[in-house]
């Protein structure tokens, strides 16, 4: 496989621009809500992330729910408002691209492309994101194998977009204590198998805010290159995923934590 380590020895650094990279080596911090909600949410967190030296933002505007009732985002004319706000801020955007449609009216405005764990395996939007000169970050799916994760991650890359990420955002298993169960072991795993970065997702991993951090600072050590956790101004406000939602002092506490546990590692 091209994705594999036995193709190519380097590791892949992901270059976003402005001095942003996602690449092993370094510790990359992305914090934002669950869902972009109005100007002046997005606005907060910029804010939030620019005090904190974060330099990406999630958030997203297309999303997938398990309820058709339930809050679908803002949509496009979302991400053009928060284009505006962060770029002038110096902040990168990763979101959710949810279908092949989507790719081209989100292209000027966003940095990395995420694919949902329940886009893992949608086969059309990774062959159409292997033709965009844009990063992409792919979730592994709701039940997926590490083995399907850099499947997935191989048709982008054999698509011609090597500017590529993996991330672990935990998987179903039997046990109902957790939202899901964030799989440790895939960091390392992933890390000796393929080239490509490796991202950890404690907020889906887990499920529960009060733990969000110490899975974080897990995953720093079992070797991630980097962190994407939520975080909202009111956690208990946000329309979506507020139960796993850090506020700003835990988010800034939290960043300070996985930059010290990266600088031990
Ligand atoms: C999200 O990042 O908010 C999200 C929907 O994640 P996942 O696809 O991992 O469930
Ligand atoms: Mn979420």
Redesign the pocket.
């Known amino acids: 496989k091209l994705v594999s380590k036995k193709w190519k020895a380097k590791p892949t650094s992901v270059d976003l621009g402005d001095g942003v990279f996602i690449k092993d080596g370094e510790m990359a911090i992305i914090t934002g809500p669950?869902?972009i909600e109005s100007e002046e949410q997005i606005q907060k967190v910029v804010n939030h992330c620019v005090e904190n030296g974060i330099r990406m933002m999630?958030g997203?505007v297309f999303?997938?729910r398990t309820s058709p009732y339930a809050f679908r985002g803002m949509g496009i004319d979302g991400l053009k408002l928060w284009h505006s706000i962060a770029s002038e801020a110096g902040v990168k955007i990763v979101t959710?691209v949810m279908q092949t449609s989507q790719i081209e009216e989100m292209y000027p405005y966003v940095d990395i492309y995420?694919v949902?764990?329940?886009?893992s395996q949608n086969f059309n939007l990774l062959d159409e994101l292997g033709k965009v000169d844009k990063a992409v970050m792919i979730?592994r799916g709701?039940s997926g194998t590490i083995e399907e994760l850099l499947q997935s991650a191989e048709y982008v890359f054999s698509g011609g977009n090597e500017k590529l990420i993996l991330?672990e955002?935990?998987i179903r298993t039997y046990e109902k204590a957790s939202r899901n169960t964030l799989d440790l072991n895939a960091i390392p795993i992933l890390k000796a198998k393929s080239h490509l970065p490796v991202i950890v997702?404690p907020?889906?991993g887990i499920g529960i805010r009060a733990y969000v951090p110490q899975m974080a600072l897990a995953g720093v050590m079992a070797g991630a290159d980097g962190i994407?956790y939520?975080s909202h101004e009111i956690p208990e406000k946000a329309y979506?995923?507020g139960q796993q939602t850090l506020d700003f002092a835990q988010s800034a506490r939290l960043a300070a934590w996985i930059r010290e546990s990266f600088a031990m590692r």
């Not at 949902?116 to 886009?119: E, I, L, M, V």
């Open positions: 669950c869902s999630r997203g999303k997938p959710e995420q949902g764990a329940r886009n979730k709701i991330c955002r935990g997702d907020s889906h994407i939520e979506s995923d």
